[in-house]
């Protein structure tokens, strides 16, 4: 029986790690394309290692102001989703109500919607309300596209921390704002932060929102100005597209990191969509 | 002791309300209001209720019928084939594999889930153009070379959406296999169930729920991918890896006619609707 399981063990790791060349393989293309100082379209050990690739894209115009825009555009976006979402899961978490199920079931089915395809009748209305080509418009609408998903990972967090403690404060005299504050939020540090991760994550990578809503280019965040490296400059530099890609990329995957660890595994999201 | 009143019950509620309603819940009905008008990009004066003719006219649109065909084949082939039994795959595997192995695989595909979209269509982009890594390998195995963004673009951008999209499915069916008591497969392994006959009877039996719901889940995220394929392909060469996102948009923007992109993007989202009420029904008990 162990010879048995060992030699299984051997044949599970082999198919793995041969699973994990295939994935690894354009990853690695990025990493050697971007300090390779002839890069081109294929994965090839580097002949010689150079950071002017870096170099080259770390200015105002190129990283920069994309980045900041991108900041800017999913900071603003997911602290508006993590607060109205921790406000919105307290009563639907704490209070019994006829609605609640209702609300709760149409929430999850916003969570379903494909928002790639509202995008053509967004565009119409925010033309018609004067939104577009605004960060704030665009804000709004990333918080609004992120919030079912963000309610229901946050009542489902909210519901783990004990009803008894926030009794015990109400009977102290506390109000239900203020247990919601002092009591309740303090306690779900760790789900308050996969919510924000989750939100910035997805705003952080999403195109076709920002390439929809947005039309000035010193407005552009990372995700849409990238596409440039092959229409206006000229020749593709990939050495360059590289070197961005790795510094656009680089915040969200730390993030993640962060997050993981906390909850011990990087099981915790594909958990959290689960149930 | 204090009762929280009625008005500390909705006020919360309030701010995420006004945000769905405004932005999500506008948008969609909006999306059917101008599906039946022929609402151009240029003149917003100039549009008129046209009843069903643009879903009449896509009926008869052979550009249409090729993009419902092209997310047909790209849905199946990478959300229900190929990030679904890969990811089933991989998380068995993991199950039995060493740690590190574990840890390193996992590393990598959860990498290429969490990468930005158009970063990750600018990694495959580069794998399967002409000069790129694939030629490079078939050519160092003595294997025919193809240009296959040209020849096969739909079969690429359905193994790119496989690559950054099967990490989610290998967690979720993770999750799922830590939760099957291990008496259950040594019993059977004691009564001599094959590897193949555990996996009917006993495994996928027990997952079948995390199955349907990771189903959903896939179709409904590849129902939308956009970025990806733009990046790639930009839908071509020719139309001939338009998906029906990508055709909303040639229609709504190249072609100026807001009406019939909407008309197509009311389709696409009744499809989703459709999707997302069965994913709901999955989970029913759980609400």
């Known amino acids: 029986m162990p010879r048995k399981r060992a030699s299984r063990r051997l044949a599970a790791d082999v198919s793995l790690l041969a699973v994990a060349v295939a994935f690894a393989l354009p990853l690695a293309w990025v990493l050697l394309s971007a300090v390779d100082p002839h890069a081109g379209l294929r994965v090839k050990v580097p002949d010689g290692f150079t950071l002017d690739g870096f170099r080259a894209i770390l200015t105002p115009d190129i990283t920069y102001t994309p980045l900041l825009n991108s900041l800017i555009l999913c900071g603003g976006g997911t602290a508006l989703t993590v607060v109205c979402a921790a406000l919105a899961a307290y009563p639907l978490s704490r209070f019994r109500s006829r609605l609640n199920r209702p609300f709760l079931l149409t929430i999850l089915f916003a969570t379903g919607l494909p928002i790639t395809a509202i995008m053509v009748p967004v565009y119409a209305l925010f033309v018609r309300v004067n939104l577009i080509d605004t960060l704030h418009g665009t804000m709004f609408f990333f918080a609004a596209s992120q919030l079912p998903f963000a309610i229901w990972l946050m009542k489902n967090f909210m519901d783990g921390v004990p009803r008894e403690l926030e009794e015990a404060a109400w009977t102290d005299g506390a109000s239900a704002p203020q247990s919601l504050v002092r009591i309740v939020l303090p306690l779900m540090g760790p789900g308050i932060a996969v919510v924000t991760v989750f939100s910035f994550v997805m705003m952080w990578g999403n195109f076709f929102v920002p390439f929809m809503l947005l039309l000035t280019p010193d407005q552009l965040p990372a995700s849409v100005s990238i596409n440039d490296f092959f229409g206006n400059r000229g020749m593709v530099a990939y050495g360059q597209l590289a070197a961005f890609s790795v510094i656009y990329s680089t915040p969200v995957i730390l993030l993640y990191v962060l997050v993981a660890r906390r909850l011990g595994g990087g099981f915790a999201l594909g958990g959290a969509v689960k149930g | ?287």
């Open chain 2, 1 to 287: 002791m204090k009762r929280p009143r009625a008005v500390t019950r909705v006020l919360p509620l309030a701010p995420a309300l006004v945000l769905l309603l405004l932005f999500l819940a506008g948008p969609i009905a909006y999306c059917v209001c101008i599906a039946f008008t022929d609402l151009q990009l240029t003149g917003q004066a100039h549009s008129s209720f046209v009843g069903l003719a643009n879903f009449r006219r896509a009926l008869s649109d052979d550009a249409f019928l090729n993009a419902v065909w092209l997310t047909l084949v790209f849905t199946v082939l990478s959300a229900l084939v190929g990030q679904n039994t890969l990811g089933l795959a991989l998380a068995a595997l993991m199950k039995r594999a060493s740690k590190p192995v574990r840890t390193l695989v996992g590393g990598i595909v959860v990498t290429a889930w969490v990468l930005p979209e158009v970063v990750a269509g600018f990694l495959l982009y580069a794998f399967f153009r002409r000069e790129g890594t694939l030629n490079a390998i078939l050519d160092w195995l003595g294997l025919p070379r193809q240009n296959w963004l040209f020849t096969l673009p739909i079969l690429a951008v359905s193994f790119a959406n496989v690559w950054r999209g099967t990490a989610f499915s290998m967690l979720v069916y993770s999750a799922a296999l830590d939760e099957i008591p291990a008496e259950i497969t040594e019993a059977a392994e004691v009564d001599g169930a094959g590897g193949w006959r555990r996996l009917w009877h006993i495994t996928l039996p027990m997952i079948r729920r995390s199955i349907g719901t990771n189903l959903m889940l896939n179709t409904l995220q590849t129902l939308s991918v956009f970025g990806l394929i733009w990046v790639m392909t930009r839908g071509g060469p020719g139309d001939r890896s338009q998906t029906l996102p990508l055709f909303m948009y040639e229609q709504a923007f190249q072609n100026s006619m807001i009406g019939y992109g909407t008309a197509v993007a009311l389709l696409l989202l009744l499809v989703g609707s459709l999707f997302s009420v069965v994913y709901l029904r999955l989970l029913r008990t759980e609400v």
